[in-house]
Nanobody, 129 residues
Framework: QVQLVESGGGLVQAGGSLRLSCAASGRIFSNYAMGWFRQAPGKEHEFVAAISWNGGSTYYADSVKGRFTISRDNAKNTVFLQMNSLKPEDTAVYYC??????????????????????WGQGTQVTVSS
């Protein structure tokens, strides 16, 4: 299993920006497609974005499309989530997750939480109105 540690969360006003990072260790990072999920209080985990092992493919939830950007740096074993134009409804704990590249890239599959084998501990993002 690859170990994942998120950072970069915090408190920001509506309309502001944050950049989340997820550092991986323990396995070859480029062997994994990566995803970001979030969980707001009292709600289920929600898919946010995903990126293929080489960054060639990305996929976004409709709720964040055009505002969030997922990227990765395989040399630094890190995946990023740039979040712009933040809204109060973006408030949640954000988790990164890893899925083996042995699985064929498919957007539907990347949006499903049960298809990921490794998870970070999460980082809190709070957007004030």
């Amino acid at each position: 299993q690859v170990q994942l540690v998120e950072s970069g969360g915090g408190l920001v006003q509506a309309g502001g920006s944050l950049r989340l990072s997820c550092a991986a260790s323990g396995r070859i990072f480029s062997n994994y497609a990566m995803g970001w999920f979030r969980q707001a209080p009292g709600k289920e985990h929600e898919f946010v974005a995903a990126i293929s092992w080489n960054g060639g493919s990305t996929y976004y939830a409709d709720s964040v499309k055009g505002r969030f950007t997922i990227s990765r740096d395989n040399a630094k074993n890190t995946v990023f989530l740039q979040m712009n134009s933040l809204k109060p409804e973006d408030t949640a704990v954000y988790y990164c997750a890893a899925r083996s590249r042995l699985f064929t890239w498919a957007e539907y599959d990347m949006s499903r939480r049960q298809n990921y084998g490794s998870w970070g501990q999460g980082t809190q993002v709070t957007v004030s109105s």
